[in-house]
C-alpha cells in the first residue's frame, strides 16, 4: 500500500472514530460537522497529491493557544459538561494533528486521539449495533500499527525489507482480541454504562399519562415511539390470568384548574426481609414474574398491576406518592428484579379513601345517576359507567385532532363526546366522584407484545395509556373506559414481520440483559452456579464410582478378574519361559566344562571349546551366525532389500531373504 493510501486511511479512520457520536448525542452537532468538514478537506487535498496542511499551520497553532481559554468558557457556560468540552478538544486535537509538518512523524500521538475518540462513543453507547463498529474500528487501528511497527523496525535495523500484507495479521488480532474479551468479560469489574446519558429521556411532555400531571389547559400531540421501557417474563400459566398486562406508572387523584396531579407526597423507606419487599396483601391465584425495565422518569419501578412482593432492588421507597415506588439506590439505566403478582390485592395497612375535589355540576350528577340507574353497588356502578363509555363515545388518538379549542372534562362528558385514554378514565373519575365513590386516574403502560422466541412481553413507550381505579372498600380494582379495540398494542403485523421483530428484540434483550446490565450481583451468581455445579459434578462422580464398585463387587465380575489375572500370569510365565539363544548356548557350555564370562562373547566361548573339546566345537559352529540373523532379521525387513541382507553375511546374490539367512547360517 502506498504512502498516500495509508494517510487516507489514517484520516478515515479518525473521522469513523467519530460516527456514534451522532446516535448518542452525547455532544451537540455542530462540532461534529465542522471536525468532519475539516476532516473531508485534508482527505481531498492528500487525495489530489497536495499536502494536508488545508488551514495554514500558524492560524491553527494561534487557535490551539486560544483554545486553552476556550475550553474553560465552554466546559462552564456553553456544553456545561467537563466530559462534553473534553471530547470537543479532542475533535480540535484530531484535526491540528494532520496539518502538523511531515517530518514531525507524530503517527503514534494521531492514534491515540483517534482511540480516545472511540473511547467517547463507546462511553455514550448503548445499542447493539455499536458491536460491529468496536470490530471495524479495531481492524483498521490493527493495520495502522502494523504498518508502524514495520517502518520503525525498518528503520532501526537499517536494512529494506517489504512490508508484510497487514490484512490477515489485523483480523488475526481482532479475533484473538475477541475471544480473550469474551472469556474476560464475566470476570471485569463492572463499569457503569453509558457513562454519558445518550438518548434516553423522560416522557415529561407527552400526551401519555406519564407526565407529572394531567393538563387539559395544553394543546397536545402523541408520536409513536418504539423505545422498549419493559420486558415482563411470566410463565404459560400465569398469561390467561395476569394479561393484559397494565404497569402501573403514575397515579392522579387530585384536581386543581383543569388538571390532575398527584396526592401527597410522603418518602417512605420500605422494610425487606431476604432481598424481597412486601407491598400488599395477596389473595386468590398467585405466580411470579421477572422484569427488565428501562428507567425513564427518574428511578420509578413500573410494577404489574397486582404485584405484592418485589425483590432484587436494593432500597424501594414509597414515593412520590401512594402506591408508587422508586429504586432509591439503583445507579444503572436499566433493572432487573422479580416480583409476586396476584389476583387480587389489598393494602397492608388500612386505609380510608376519600373521593376526589372535582367540582360535579348538576349536569354531569344527573348522567352519572341516569347510566347506573337504580345499581347502588359501586363495584357495578363502575361497570356500567365503564362500559356506557366505551360504547357510546369515540375514541381519537391523537388530542390534536380535537382542534384547538381547550376540551375540559365537563365537555367531554356532555358536549364533545370524543376524546383520547386521558378524556375516557378522566371523565369515569368524574362520574365515579358524583356518585361519592373513591376512584382515581392511573397512568402507565397498556399490553405489549409477547415476544416467541423468548416468551415475554415487551412493552414500548408507545404502549403508554390511562384508566382507572376504584376503591371498593378493601383495595382498588381496575376498570378502563377505552374501547378495547383501540387500546395500544392492537396493531396488527404479518408473520414475517412479526417474527423478525421478535428476533431483533431478543438480541437487544441479550445485549441489555447480559452485557449492558451484567452487574456485581450477575457475577455473583454466576460463580455460585459454577461452584455449585462443580459440587454437583464432584457428588455425581462419587456416586457413580460407589456404584461401579458395587458392581465391580459381584460375583460374575470377580470371576471374570480372576480369569484376566490368571491369563495374564500365564503370558508372563511362558515369555520368561523364552531364553536367548546364548543363555542357552552358555548353560550347554557350562556344562561342557567352560565357564562362559560376563564379558565374554560367543566367538570367544566357542574358541575355548576348540581348544578343549575341538568334536563339539564343530557341531556348534553355525551358532554365531545364527544368532546374528536372528537379532539382526528385523533390521533387515526394515531395510526391504536384498543388499542388506548381503552385506550381512556371506552370502550373494541370493534370490530370497529366507534362503540368505538359510545360508549364512551353514557358511558360519
Known amino acids: 500500500m502506498s ?3 495509508r494517510e487516507i486511511e489514517f484520516l478515515l479512520l479518525t473521522m469513523f472514530a467519530a460516527v456514534p457520536l451522532y446516535a448518542t448525542q452525547a455532544i451537540s452537532f455542530i462540532p461534529l460537522i465542522a471536525f468532519d468538514v475539516v476532516m473531508i478537506g485534508i482527505v481531498l487535498r492528500v487525495l489530489s497529491g497536495r499536502d494536508p496542511e488545508l488551514i495554514p499551520l500558524p492560524v491553527m497553532r494561534g487557535l490551539a493557544i486560544a483554545y486553552i481559554l476556550f475550553y474553560a468558557v465552554d466546559a462552564a457556560v456553553i456544553s456545561r459538561s467537563a466530559i462534553s468540552a473534553s471530547t470537543h478538544l479532542v475533535l480540535f486535537i484530531a484535526a491540528y494533528q494532520p496539518m502538523e509538518p511531515a517530518n514531525r512523524r507524530n503517527e503514534a500521538q494521531r492514534l491515540l486521539t ?9 462511553a455514550t453507547a448503548t445499542h447493539i449495533a455499536i458491536v460491529p463498529f468496536v470490530i471495524a474500528f479495531a481492524f483498521l487501528l490493527f493495520r495502522q500499527l502494523i504498518h508502524l511497527s514495520h517502518r520503525d523496525s525498518v528503520e532501526a535495523a537499517g536494512v529494506a525489507a517489504v512490508e508484510p500484507p497487514a490484512t490477515r495479521a489485523a483480523a488475526f488480532y481482532v479475533c484473538g482480541t475477541t475471544a480473550i474479551g469474551i472469556l474476560l468479560f464475566p470476570m471485569l469489574p463492572r463499569v457503569r454504562n453509558p457513562l454519558v446519558p445518550g438518548m434516553m429521556g423522560s416522557l415529561s411532555s407527552a400526551s401519555t399519562g406519564l407526565s407529572d400531571t394531567i393538563n387539559f389547559n395544553d394543546q397536545r400531540t402523541i408520536t409513536n415511539d418504539a423505545t422498549v421501557v419493559s420486558r415482563v417474563w411470566m410463565g404459560p400459566e400465569a398469561i390467561p390470568f395476569f394479561t393484559p398486562l397494565r404497569l402501573r406508572g403514575m397515579i392522579y387523584e387530585r384536581f386543581r384548574n383543569n388538571e390532575w396531579v398527584q396526592g401527597r407526597r410522603d418518602f417512605m423507606p420500605l ?73 387480587s390485592t389489598t393494602p397492608l395497612r388500612i386505609q380510608r379513601m376519600t373521593v376526589t375535589n372535582y367540582p360535579i355540576r348538576p349536569e354531569v350528577l344527573a348522567m352519572a345517576r341516569q347510566i347506573v340507574g337504580s345499581e347502588t353497588d359501586a363495584m357495578k356502578q363502575a361497570k356500567r359507567i365503564e362500559s356506557y363509555l366505551s360504547t357510546r363515545f369515540r375514541y381519537v388518538p391523537d388530542p390534536a385532532q380535537l382542534g384547538p379549542a381547550r376540551v375540559n372534562v365537563d365537555d367531554f362528558l356532555l358536549r364533545v363526546h370524543r376524546g383520547h385514554c386521558e378524556y375516557f378514565a378522566a371523565g369515569m373519575v368524574a362520574l365515579m366522584t358524583a356518585l361519592d365513590v373513591p376512584s382515581r386516574i392511573v397512568g402507565g403502560f397498556y399490553g405489549g407484545k409477547l415476544n416467541p422466541l423468548t416468551g415475554y412481553f415487551i412493552v414500548r413507550r408507545e404502549d403508554a395509556h390511562a384508566w382507572v381505579e376504584v376503591f371498593d372498600g378493601n383495595g382498588w380494582r381496575t376498570f378502563d373506559p377505552t374501547p378495547a379495540s383501540l387500546r395500544p398494542g392492537n396493531a396488527q403485523s404479518g408473520l414475517i414481520v412479526a417474527y423478525a421483530s421478535a428476533l431483533s428484540d431478543s438480541i437487544n434483550y441479550f445485549w441489555d440483559r447480559y452485557i449492558l446490565t451484567f452487574g456485581l450481583a450477575d457475577q455473583i451468581a454466576l460463580a455460585a452456579e459454577l461452584i455449585s455445579q462443580a459440587r454437583l459434578a464432584m457428588a455425581n462422580l462419587n456416586r457413580s464410582t460407589r456404584t461401579a464398585v458395587v458392581n465391580l463387587l459381584t460375583v460374575r465380575y470377580l470371576a471374570a478378574l480372576a480369569g484376566f489375572l490368571a491369563l495374564a500370569m500365564l503370558t508372563l510365565w511362558i515369555a520368561r519361559r523364552r531364553r536367548p539363544a546364548f543363555e542357552l548356548l552358555r548353560d550347554h557350555l557350562r556344562a561342557r566344562g567352560i565357564e562362559v564370562g560376563p564379558s565374554m562373547t560367543m566367538e570367544e566361548a566357542l574358541a575355548e571349546l576348540r581348544r578343549k573339546q575341538p568334536e563339539v566345537a564343530e557341531l556348534l559352529q553355525p551358532l554365531p551366525a545364527f544368532v546374528a540373523a536372528t537379532r539382526f532379521r ?14 550381512a553375511s556371506p552370502c550373494s546374490g541370493v534370490p530370497t531373504r529366507r534362503t540368505c539367512d538359510a545360508r549364512s547360517v551353514r557358511a558360519g
Request: overall charge positive; proline content about 5%; hydrophobic content about 40%.
Open 114 to 122: 483517534a482511540s480516545l475518540i472511540f473511547v467517547a462513543s463507546v
Open 634 to 647: 528385523a533390521r533387515l525387513r526394515r531395510n526391504g532389500s536384498a543388499s542388506s541382507c548381503a552385506s
Open 271 to 343: 422494610d425487606g426481609r431476604n432481598g424481597a419487599v412486601r407491598i400488599a396483601r395477596p389473595s386468590g391465584y398467585t405466580r411470579p414474574a421477572a422484569i427488565q425495565q428501562r428507567f425513564i422518569i427518574g428511578r420509578r419501578l413500573f410494577l404489574p398491576v397486582g404485584t405484592y412482593e418485589v425483590a432484587g432492588v436494593p432500597q424501594i421507597v414509597e414515593y412520590p406518592t401512594r402506591d408508587m415506588y422508586t429504586a432509591w439506590q439503583s445507579r444503572s439505566d436499566v433493572i432487573n428484579y422479580d416480583v409476586h403478582m396476584a389476583w
Open 3 to 5: 504512502e498516500r493510501r
